[in-house]
């Protein structure tokens, strides 16, 4: 399974961003999918996951800013990302728990990750 990310880059304190991610492979079935961000000196953290059944979760530093969805018929999850502060500034990861067809284990795949820059 591979995961493409795309829509980071560099944007001004207040600005937007919207981030994307598609699942491809030989997949067949996606339960959770979500975005991680790692900041310079610190550890990866969770910014929002969604489940297939769309139950969504937020880190509280995002809540009321930014706005996860996914198409479960194209294996994509995006981020909206409004109000951006400098300190959202970090390498985004997609994640996605997926079954492969002939497998039966749920494995955590990752994208290779997409900067997002805010500047103040």
């Known amino acids: 399974v591979q995961l493409q990310a795309s829509g980071g880059g560099l944007v001004q304190a207040g600005g937007s961003l919207r981030l994307s991610c598609e699942a491809s492979g030989n997949i067949f079935v996606i339960s959770g999918m979500g975005w991680y961000r790692q900041a310079p000196g610190k550890q990866r953290e969770l910014v929002a996951d969604i489940s297939r059944g769309g139950r969504i979760n937020y880190a509280d530093s995002v809540k009321g800013r930014f706005i996860i969805s996914r198409d479960n018929a194209k294996n994509t999850v995006s981020l909206q990302m409004n109000s951006l502060k400098p300190e959202d500034t970090a390498v985004y990861y997609c994640?996605?728990?997926?079954?492969?067809?002939?497998?039966?284990?749920?494995?955590?795949?990752w994208g290779l990750g997409t900067q997002v820059t805010v500047s103040s």
């Open positions: 994640n996605a728990d997926a079954l492969v067809r002939g497998s039966s284990t749920m494995t955590d795949y």
